[in-house]
């Protein structure tokens, strides 16, 4: 048997109240090894920065006690920053956030476009909103792009054994539409009206699969049928861009790749062991 602890790699389920929309893991599997990171922080923004952060002291709390840290999820950046590091780069001043954020709301994305390509050479077209502002403040304070700021990247683990296991993409269609029912079932919406409750909630949390359907039902702006439709539609557009994202990726020489079984195939195990025993 493998020594291991767990520690969570998936952005949504470090967030208290989203035990059931997140899909944590239950009591009984956090009984079986002990897990770090799932379900400790409040209604508070919380970025791949502080997960970082918070990583490194768990790594070598865990590796004192002569054990394997094994980071499980999710969420495909989180894993990114692991293994390649993060750039870092000066602060954004309130003031130019703001005067970013105002340009947006009041003369929109094409007017925030043309002012940022007089600073790149190239077209760029940010995928969301929150980019192109953040790209647009950086610029107009430090008359630069953010490009050339970047710090060099250090890894937080060096060699780590990268374990994808995947599944058809129409079994994850019918698992998401399993799922989301299933979570209903279980209390999410009792869940989201609670968080709804609190009056403010954090932009990090708004990316949990469901949570913007399923408030906009809370807040009779939806039916539940409907939010449920929608929730699904969405996570299954995810899903496909996550298939699109994952075979992108080669993080490293041990990348491991196995096709979801009810049991692992007998090569794959044999190729962890080498890894863990070397």
């Known amino acids: 048997l493998i020594d291991i602890e767990v520690i969570n790699a998936d952005s949504i389920q470090v967030y208290k109240h989203l035990k059931i929309l997140s899909n944590r893991p239950t009591e009984q599997e956090l009984n079986i090894v002990p897990h770090h990171l799932y379900g400790h922080v409040n209604n508070k923004e919380y970025s791949v920065n502080h997960w970082i952060d918070e990583v490194k002291q768990v790594i070598k709390n865990i590796q004192s006690r002569n054990k394997i840290p094994v980071f499980v999820g999710g969420t495909g950046f989180y894993i990114q920053s692991l293994i390649e590091g993060l750039s870092t780069m000066p602060s954004i001043s309130h003031k130019f956030k703001k005067h970013a954020e105002d340009l947006f709301l009041e003369k929109g994305p094409d007017h925030c476009l043309n002012i940022l390509e007089k600073y790149y050479k190239e077209k760029i077209f940010p995928k969301d909103k929150q980019r192109l502002i953040n790209r647009l403040a950086f610029c107009l304070e430090y008359n630069d792009i953010?490009?050339?700021?970047?710090?060099?990247?250090?890894?937080?683990?060096?060699?780590?054994?990268?374990?994808?296991?995947?599944?058809?993409?129409?079994?994850?269609?019918?698992?998401?539409?399993?799922?989301?029912?299933?979570?209903?079932?279980?209390?999410?919406?009792?869940?989201?009206?609670?968080?709804?409750?609190?009056?403010?909630?954090?932009?990090?949390?708004?990316?949990?699969?469901?949570?913007?359907?399923?408030?906009?039902?809370?807040?009779?702006?939806?039916?539940?049928?409907?939010?449920?439709?929608?929730?699904?539609?969405?996570?299954?557009?995810?899903?496909?861009?996550?298939?699109?994202?994952?075979?992108?990726?080669?993080?490293?020489?041990?990348?491991?790749?196995?096709?979801?079984?009810?049991?692992?195939?007998?090569?794959?195990?044999?190729?962890?062991?080498?890894?863990?025993?070397?």
């Open 146 to 278: 953010m490009e050339n700021h970047y710090s060099e990247k250090t890894p937080v683990t060096l060699n780590p054994l990268v374990i994808q296991v995947v599944k058809p993409k129409r079994d994850l269609y019918e698992l998401a539409e399993t799922r989301f029912h299933k979570m209903i079932k279980e209390g999410a919406l009792d869940e989201v009206k609670k968080l709804h409750e609190s009056k403010k909630i954090s932009k990090t949390l708004y990316k949990a699969h469901g949570l913007p359907e399923l408030l906009a039902c809370v807040r009779n702006k939806m039916s539940l049928e409907d939010a449920i439709y929608d929730g699904i539609h969405n996570t299954k557009r995810y899903i496909k861009r996550q298939f699109t994202w994952w075979n992108n990726q080669k993080f490293s020489n041990l990348n491991l790749r196995i096709n979801y079984k009810k049991s692992f195939p007998k090569d794959s195990i044999e190729n962890i062991s080498i890894y863990l025993n070397k």
